[in-house]
Structures are given as structure tokens and as C-alpha cells.
């Protein structure tokens, strides 16, 4: 499972600015040892769920091919941005797009 360096201060800025609570970080692990995930998950303190995918189900299901991949999922599942790579999710900007996704009817 690749890092979340911005994880946990994605998920501390999204609280603070979501009072509706409408905004979910979620993450996937497609390691084959679910132990070791697991273990990685709480030794990096992450705060948000991760779905433990040893078959790599979700990741073709979404068609992933590269670590990590995020996606910004609207109210109705439709799936409205796609980054590869790694990114900062916690700068102000992106925090704004996503947040005007949650204003959308």
C-alpha cells in the first residue's frame, strides 16, 4: 500500500470545513498479506477507512493501473476527477473544488 502522507491532513481540513460531514476519504489496499496492510494502516495513524482488496476487485472494477490513483466521487457515484500519482489533497484549492461538489444538487 503506498503512503498517504497527506491523508490524515486532508481528513482534519475536510472536518473542519464540512459541517454537513457529506466528504469521505476512503482507501483501498491491494496487498496480498491483508496482515501487513492492516499493520501499516495503524502504524501511519490513518483516520479514514481502508478496504482491505488482496484480489484487486475494486482496482480493476475502477480501472486502476497505477499506485496511488484517487478518484472524487459525486453524490450520485458518478465519478467526476481522476489523479494518478500523488498529489496534495489538502491545499486550499483542491479542498474548495471538492467542497463546491458537496453544493451540488
Given at each position: 500500500m503506498?503512503?498517504?502522507?497527506?491523508g490524515n491532513a486532508f481528513t482534519a481540513e475536510i472536518e473542519r470545513v464540512d459541517e454537513e460531514q457529506e466528504i469521505r476519504l476512503l482507501a483501498a489496499a491491494q496487498d496480498q498479506d491483508p496482515q501487513k496492510a492492516a499493520a501499516f494502516v495503524?502504524?501511519?495513524n490513518y483516520k479514514f477507512p481502508v478496504l482491505l482488496d488482496p484480489q484487486g476487485?475494486?482496482?480493476?472494477l475502477y480501472g486502476v493501473t497505477?499506485?496511488?490513483?484517487?478518484?472524487l466521487i459525486?453524490?450520485?457515484?458518478?465519478?467526476r476527477a481522476r489523479e494518478v500519482g500523488s498529489s496534495?489533497?489538502?491545499?486550499?484549492?483542491v479542498v474548495d473544488q471538492i467542497i463546491k461538489l458537496t453544493e451540488e444538487k
Open positions: 503506498p503512503a498517504l502522507p497527506v495503524k502504524a501511519n476487485k475494486a482496482g480493476r497505477a499506485y496511488p490513483t484517487t478518484y459525486d453524490k450520485k457515484g458518478r465519478i496534495d489533497w489538502s491545499a486550499r484549492s
